[in-house]
């Protein structure tokens, strides 16, 4: 018996071997399963020799759902929560539904498989202490240049959603925005038998994609290495020390703005060091 709660539960992205032996057990348990797509999901359950009831939760009706999952729950039932692939919520629906779910007193009960960005940082060899996930770019090229702009100074790796139809000009528009330099690792297919992760200088693997179709088909993660740190050792101890004292007083862009103006340094080369030097001794 499980004890009466929404369990959010993680699907494969591809290879159903990825599916825990929990999230089988789990689906087959509850009164009611909430899925992105009853027929996606009906086929998973299939699978798995799941008759469990479905109904559909998604971007469009997941208000309405709340109130038939909280009604089971309060009579002491189970649901559970999948979305098409991978795990609910991320860059799939689910939250509204989770939030109100808590708020309305339930408990909420992760049972965590497989996430598309994970599996790709986990194989791409780019650095994964620290990184940033961005989910989908706009699909218009000027919103996505504007999003990408934002985050050229970001020094933490970014990770990204791709579709098919947009890959090659996503990672265009990065080679303008980061420079063709910047070291991009793509993960397409992962778990499927088009498995491909690749990593190299943005100008060498648009010119590789471009020359095999097969390559921009399917699924995709991209990660972008993280610009690099602007470096304390450009700017002498003097104008370090003299921003150090000013981020301790005031916030880090007026403390950067001052000590610009004292030292003659960028203000942006020292806006990024300070916020370094903050994360640093945090
Ligand atoms: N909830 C999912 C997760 O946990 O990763 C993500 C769902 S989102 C709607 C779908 C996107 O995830 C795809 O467009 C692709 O960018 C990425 N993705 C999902 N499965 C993938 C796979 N097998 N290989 C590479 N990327 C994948």
Same mark, same amino acid.
């Given at each position: ?10 699907? @494969? ?27 996606? *999901? ?21 208000? !309405? ?20 692939? #991978? ?5 799939? @629906? ?15 009960? @992760? ?13 791409? #060899?780019?650095?994964?202490?620290? +990184?940033? +996930?961005?989910?989908?770019?706009? =699909? ?9 702009? =934002? ?17 090659? /000009? ?7 925005? +980061? ?11 992962? *778990? ?10 943005? =100008? ?15 699924? +995709?993660?991209?990660?972008? !290495? ?11 101890? !003097? ?11 005031? @916030?880090?862009?007026? /403390? ?27």
């Amino acid at each position: 018996m499980l004890e009466p709660a929404l369990y959010v539960v993680a699907t @494969p992205i591809g290879n159903l071997e990825d599916m825990t032996p929990r999230a089988v057990e789990t689906l087959r348990s509850v009164a009611l399963i909430a899925a992105e797509d009853t027929r996606h *999901t009906a086929r998973l359950l299939g699978h798995f020799n799941i008759d469990t009831r479905l109904i559909s939760v998604h971007e469009h009706n997941e208000r !309405q759902r709340i109130d038939t999952i909280v009604h089971q729950l309060a009579s002491g039932a189970s649901v559970a929560l999948v979305s098409d692939a #991978g795990t609910p919520l991320i860059s799939d @629906p689910g939250y509204v539904v989770v939030k109100e779910i808590l708020q309305a007193g339930y408990r909420v009960v @992760p049972v965590p498989g497989c996430v598309a960005f994970v599996a790709a940082l986990s194989a791409a #060899g780019l650095p994964t202490d620290r +990184f940033v +996930f961005e989910g989908f770019l706009s =699909s218009k090229s000027g919103a996505r240049q504007q999003q990408l702009k =934002s985050l050229a100074q970001e020094s933490r790796t970014l990770v990204f959603y791709e579709s098919p139809h947009r890959i090659l /000009a996503s990672l265009q528009d990065m080679a303008m925005v +980061f420079g063709a330099d910047r070291t991009v690792a793509i993960a397409r297919e992962l *778990t499927k038998t088009y498995e491909t992760i690749k990593s190299a200088p943005l =100008s060498e693997l648009i010119v590789w994609m471009q020359a095999d179709s097969n390559q921009q088909r399917g699924e +995709f993660v991209v990660l972008v !290495q993280g610009a690099p740190k602007a470096s304390g050792d450009e700017v002498n101890p !003097q104008a370090l020390s003299i921003l150090d004292i000013l981020c301790t007083e005031l @916030p880090v862009s007026q /403390a950067a703005a001052l000590a610009a103006k004292i030292t003659g340094i960028k203000k942006k080369q020292l806006y990024q060091l300070a916020l370094e030097r903050q994360s640093a001794n945090e």
